[in-house]
């Protein structure tokens, strides 16, 4: 199986403890640090990881909307316990809009075939839809689309 929770998603499957089910002590999504709702177009970087999704988009910078009032990863243990598959940009408020552990925007089980994010990559598909796209680019899609069709060429290679 393969999975995407975004946002929402991101925090059922946080609650229901399907990521780290092996964890004695699960993650939690807690409310933003500014005890209010965010949305802000901000960065994301990917970090090296073994996602289905998004291993080879590791080492970019790209931009993303966020929208969300209860973003804030809880991770209780040390950082090298979980797959972090990105991070913000920046580590300070605002261009961090929730006060996550260790920075943590987007995340993946061990597997990495489930993978969990507050940021909204769906909303960042197209060049129109960034706050600010590269001056001289001419992409029809933004490089988050990447990252579906990685998933759909690993679902299509499993028939």
């Known amino acids: 199986t393969l999975s995407l ?3 929402n998603g991101c925090q059922l499957f946080v609650e229901l403890g ?3 089910p092996e964890h004695a002590e699960h993650p939690k999504m807690l409310h933003n640090d500014s005890n209010k709702h965010e ?3 901000t960065t994301m970087e990917v970090l090296a990881n073994n996602t289905v999704m ?3 988009l590791s080492g970019s910078k790209l931009g993303v909307w966020v929208s969300h009032g209860e973003g804030k990863f809880y991770l209780p243990k040390e950082e090298a316990a979980y797959n972090i598959v990105c991070k913000y940009g920046y580590e300070a408020y605002p261009a961090s809009p929730n006060g996550s552990h260790y920075n943590t925007a987007m995340m993946s089980d061990k597997t990495g075939r489930h993978v969990v994010t507050m940021p909204h990559i769906e909303r960042s598909i197209f060049p129109w839809q960034w706050a600010h796209y590269p001056t001289g680019k001419k992409d029809e899609v933004s490089p988050w689309v990447e ?6 060429n690993w679902i299509e290679n499993r028939k």
């Open 147 to 152: 990252a579906f069709v990685n998933a759909k």
């Open 5 to 7: 929770g975004v946002c």
């Open 54 to 56: 998004f291993s080879s």
């Open 39 to 41: 949305c802000v177009f």
């Open 18 to 20: 399907l990521i780290y």
